[in-house]
């Protein structure tokens, strides 16, 4: 089992950049699939980025390809999602996920890719 507590989110003006941190318990975090998702405030919870146990392999989705990049740490149990050109759409709940794999294929879109979930961070970003 494994704890999730993400942090840095916050107001930030459009253009404008900020870093996710995913703090996770444990020490068998090279045995994760990580995953950010988000949700808007009327809407479902949507797939934001994925990376591999290794960190070798990141996912996005076309949107935020070229504006968000994933990342982790095993040093410091910490996966982070930087987020920069910021737009007033990408406000939300940003959340942290978790999957224990063997491998690093399957999917990774989908909430119940995941078996673990943190409290989510508050991002707003004004126009």
């Known amino acids: 089992q494994v704890q999730l507590v993400e942090s840095g989110g916050g107001l930030v003006q459009a253009g404008g950049s900020l870093r996710l941190s995913c703090a996770a318990s444990?020490?068998?975090?090279?045995?994760?699939?990580m995953g950010w998702f988000r949700q808007a405030p009327g809407k479902e919870r949507e797939f934001v980025a994925a990376?591999?146990?290794?960190?070798?392999?990141?996912y996005y989705t076309d949107d935020g390809k070229g504006r968000f990049t994933i990342f982790r740490d095993g040093a410091k149990n910490t996966v982070y999602l930087q987020m920069n050109s910021l737009k007033p759409e990408d406000t939300a709940v940003y959340y942290c996920?978790?999957?224990?794999?063997?491998?690093?294929?399957?999917?990774?879109?989908?909430?119940?890719?995941?078996?673990?979930w943190g409290q989510g961070t508050q991002v707003t970003v004004s126009s």
């Open positions: 996920a978790a999957d224990p794999r063997t491998v690093d294929s399957g999917t990774y879109y989908e909430k119940d890719d995941y078996n673990y």
């Open positions: 444990g020490r068998t975090f090279g045995r994760y699939f």
């Open positions: 990376i591999s146990r290794s960190g070798t392999n990141t």
